[in-house]
């Protein structure tokens, strides 16, 4: 028997487990992409105050990073 059938013939005699593991899944991909975005927010800010330490704003004929 194929993965496919068996998984089909799975969600027909489980539909509860069925939607629990496809509830499990779309709550795991969430907190995947969140710890991403968390990650990129992180290493913005780093980058921000590198930035800002470093005073390149003012290469850029500003008063400071501040808008």
Same mark, same amino acid.
Request: glycine share 2%; hydrophobic share 40%; net charge negative.
């Given at each position: 028997?194929?993965?496919? #059938? +068996?998984?089909?013939?799975?969600? #027909? ?5 069925? +939607?629990?593991?496809? +509830? ?9 992409? /969140? ?13 921000? #105050? ?7 704003? +003012?290469?850029?004929?500003? /008063?400071? /990073?501040?808008?």
């Amino acid at each position: 028997m194929s993965t496919a #059938v +068996a998984t089909v013939i799975s969600i #027909v005699e489980n539909p509860a487990e069925s +939607a629990h593991s496809d +509830a499990e899944q779309l709550g795991n991909e969430i907190t995947e992409l /969140c710890s991403y975005i968390y990650a990129a927010e992180l290493r913005l800010l780093t980058l921000m #105050v590198e930035f800002d330490e470093k005073e390149y704003w +003012a290469q850029q004929g500003l /008063c400071s /990073c501040v808008p």
